[in-house]
């Protein structure tokens, strides 16, 4: 009973899927609304993860030679002018910082809504030899655009991300760093969410303000919309020529460097919700869960059940991340509830029966199954467990995937389709912008990307019937 009336207090999903996700960022505490309309307060449970996200990442950049720094908040408008196809990309979102103190400002400093322009100034001013070549940096912060509808981790005015920044000497080493850089993404969001992604190029409308060529990897949500969870950017030497990074090559003559830009954010967070949640709240996929394993003692105010808790959590703390939830103020059934509303992927049960047995319950949040486990056997078990559930959450998600992604052949079945569903669809297109102004116009719908590995259906673009160029995946966005 206690249970059916605690999941009563999250909208179903089936019901009101926005709503369903609301609750589950308020409710599970990962986050809270700031007093500025568009922000957010992330609370620890929320920033646990994304420390988790943040650790594994940074060791994966480190390993491919990269180092983190630290630029500026604020930006001169003098240096944000530089690039012109990139503050017109930007120019809608920027907030301004007019005064400082009592005094107005000779000039507006804008609150970065990303650093290239800021990171190419002091380039410029590092860079002199190709034997100084590839600077490959990248910084840890938060970034500020002034989105008009937010909503907690998915669109928000202010946050958090990592963002990359290399330069090279050739264009082929730059596009190399580009694509590696994809792929670390595509990997991560596969081997630590659990999340199922496609790989592919932006088109040119979709793509960066001031990029020569964007790489996205998108990720289909629960309820079969897409969400944008990494992007990596080729710059080639645009920016170079725009903020005079030149060095001196192995001939002594002065070239522009080529460039690169990637990043993630702490939108993926959203995504982690969106596509492994469901009616009893998260589901986290225990590589990046802060609390792998809860122990919950029942009766513990009988003698020997807290000590041998305390016990079991020291054990287990060696290999797992782990939690004892012995509040006494509250229920056995309220803490069950409390902990799969946090998606915490196992909890073990312990109470004196099971003592006297020496077992316990072990509780699996992804298919929320229950079973009997000898104490002896408890660790090699849970290892295994938690290798099990990361992949079965993955399977769960990539079949997702499959059940909604379909075929249009012409614009008529683009739209009957879209009328009767959310789902990624695969159509072949023929370049064209009218094309695709076409989709989102009347369908709301966008170019996701174009897959490395198009499956060429037909010859002829799905939407105006001349001949095409490339198939591409479509969906609705978040």
Not at 239 to 267: C, H, P, V
Not at 366 to 376: N, Q
Not at 413 to 435: H, N
Request: glycine share 6%; hydrophobic share 35%; proline share 4%.
């Amino acid at each position: 009973m206690e249970n059916k009336e605690f999941v009563k207090d999250l909208t179903k999903m089936e019901d009101d899927f926005a709503k369903w996700y609301t609750d589950i960022v308020l409710k599970a505490e990962l986050v809270d609304y700031a007093p500025v309309k568009g922000f957010m307060v992330i609370r620890p449970y929320g920033y646990a993860i994304w420390e988790n996200i943040q650790k594994v990442l940074d060791a994966k950049f480190k390993e491919l030679g990269h180092k983190n720094m630290y630029f500026p908040l604020l930006i001169p408008e003098s240096l944000l002018n530089k690039e012109k196809e990139h503050v017109e990309g930007f120019a809608p979102e920027v907030a301004w910082v007019t005064q400082g103190g009592e005094n107005e400002l000779q000039e507006r400093l804008c609150i970065r809504p990303t650093s290239e322009t800021i990171i190419c100034t002091m380039y410029s001013k590092w860079l002199n030899s190709y034997r100084d070549l590839p600077y490959k940096y990248n910084q840890w912060a938060n970034v500020v655009r002034w989105e008009k509808t937010t909503r907690p981790f998915l669109r928000t005015a202010e946050f958090l991300w990592q963002e990359g920044h290399t330069i090279h000497a050739t264009a082929q080493e730059a596009m190399e760093e580009t694509l590696t850089m994809h792929k670390v993404y595509a990997d991560f969001l596969k081997d630590y969410l659990a999340i199922p992604v496609i790989m592919g190029q932006k088109s040119e409308k979709e793509k960066f303000a001031g990029a020569e060529a964007t790489y996205t990897v998108e990720a289909m949500m629960h309820d079969g919309k897409a969400l944008q969870s990494g992007t990596s950017h080729y710059f080639g030497n645009h920016f170079a020529k725009a903020f005079d990074i030149k060095f001196q090559n192995k001939e002594g003559k002065l070239e522009y460097a080529y460039q690169t830009s990637w990043g993630m954010t702490t939108r993926v967070i959203g995504g982690l919700i969106m596509v492994h949640g469901d009616n009893r709240g998260l589901k986290l996929p225990p590589k990046i869960a802060p609390t792998q394993i809860v122990i919950v003692p029942i009766a513990q105010q009988r003698e020997g059940v807290l000590e041998k808790t305390e016990e079991l959590k020291r054990k287990l703390s060696t290999k797992f991340r782990v939690e004892l939830d012995d509040r006494k103020e509250v229920s056995p059934g309220f803490k069950f509830n409390y902990w799969e509303l946090r998606g915490v992927p196992v909890r073990v049960e312990i109470g004196p029966k099971d003592i006297e047995n020496n077992e316990c319950i072990v509780f699996r949040r992804d298919t929320l199954e229950k079973e009997t486990v000898s104490l002896d056997d408890l660790e090699s078990k849970l290892e295994n467990l938690m290798e099990e559930i990361q992949e079965n959450m993955y399977k769960a998600a990539q079949e997702n995937v499959v059940n909604r992604t379909f075929v249009a052949h012409n614009f008529e079945e683009y739209k009957d389709l879209f009328s009767k569903r959310e789902g990624f669809a695969k159509i072949m297109w023929c370049g064209d912008r009218e094309c695709e102004d076409k989709i989102k116009e009347e369908n709301s719908t966008t170019i996701r990307c174009i897959p490395f590995e198009e499956d060429k259906f037909q010859d002829v673009c799905s939407i105006c019937g001349k001949k095409a160029k490339h198939m591409v995946y479509t969906a609705r966005q978040y």
